[in-house]
């Protein structure tokens, strides 16, 4: 059975860290790509950063150079590091994925994210 579950959220005070891990079940993570979402209150859901097959990245402008999106291929592991946390970082988060065989990723909710976790929600304080 295909399972991402993600854990890590929580409440952090503006200027701080926190690290979301999806732990994948059912399938290898590191053959497909991978991308973490959030979703804030009456907002739409938006593409954070996301991790292709060969390792490339993509973040969207307003978390590029705080957030780190990496892979640890032992644990079939996909991690989200967010330092510099703002107020407008609050929101559930979402880990998804595809099995789609490609050397690309993509932020879009449309791109074809077949199997999401429940989401974990981070609050940041001002």
């Known amino acids: 059975q295909v399972q991402l579950v993600e854990s890590g959220g929580g409440l952090v005070q503006s200027g701080g860290s926190l690290t979301l891990t999806c732990i994948a079940s059912?399938?290898?993570?590191?053959?497909?790509?991978v991308a973490w979402f959030r979703q804030a209150p009456g907002k739409e859901r938006e593409g954070v950063a996301c991790l292709s097959r060969i390792d490339s990245t993509k973040y969207v402008e307003s978390v590029d150079g705080r957030f780190t999106i990496s892979r640890d291929k032992a644990k079939n592991t996909v991690s989200l590091r967010m330092n510099d946390l703002k107020a407008e970082d609050t929101a559930v988060y979402y880990c998804a994925s595809r099995l789609l065989v490609t050397n690309v990723c993509d932020l879009s909710v449309e791109w074809g994210y077949s199997y999401w976790g429940q989401g974990t929600q981070v609050t940041v304080a001002s």
């Open positions: 059912g399938f290898n993570l590191e053959l497909y790509p």
